[in-house]
């Protein structure tokens, strides 16, 4: 298991059909529409040997996304590829496709920025709103291929 904390920003729109991000960059911009959060205190580079090896074995991975201070979470089901370099110092990005660069965590997603709850992406357009970003690897049985 592996979390990031980053929070919400007044320009977040999560409107994008393919893809979502949380970066440490704290500027964002209205046409930012895949950013879901804004202050990561983690990026690809910060994540462990044992897991990087795992995404880039291609397992199945869970990513919970969550607002602790309203009781709203959500899951998104995202594959490793070999093709992951896991290097990217600012952004971490979940693709539903299964192009990879620097930035790509998972591929083959089950949900992009459009597809997640509008209730908390209302809340995630406040400054304070922390949200916490959870990977974890999935067992055989629990993935959905």
């Not at 969550?66 to 952004?91: A, F, R």
């Not at 992009?112 to 949200?131: G, P």
Request: hydrophobic share 35%; charged share 30%.
């Amino acid at each position: 298991m592996f979390k990031i904390f980053a929070h919400g920003h007044k320009n977040i729109r999560a409107t994008h059909r393919t893809t979502f991000e949380i970066t440490k960059s704290e500027h964002l911009t209205p046409r930012g529409d895949c950013i879901i959060g804004v202050g990561a205190d983690k990026t690809l580079v910060d994540l462990p040997e044992d897991l990087k090896a795992l995404l880039k074995a291609g397992h199945f991975f869970e990513v919970e996304l969550s607002l602790p201070d309203y009781g709203i979470s959500e899951m998104v089901i995202g594959k490793g590829d070999s093709n992951l370099t896991l290097n990217h110092p600012e952004d971490i990005v979940v693709r539903k496709s299964t192009y990879t660069c620097p930035r790509t965590l998972l591929v083959r997603a089950n949900k992009a920025a459009c597809d997640l709850n509008r209730e908390m992406v209302e809340y995630l357009k406040e400054k304070n709103t922390e949200l916490v970003f959870t990977l974890r690897p999935l067992k055989a049985a629990e993935t959905r291929d």
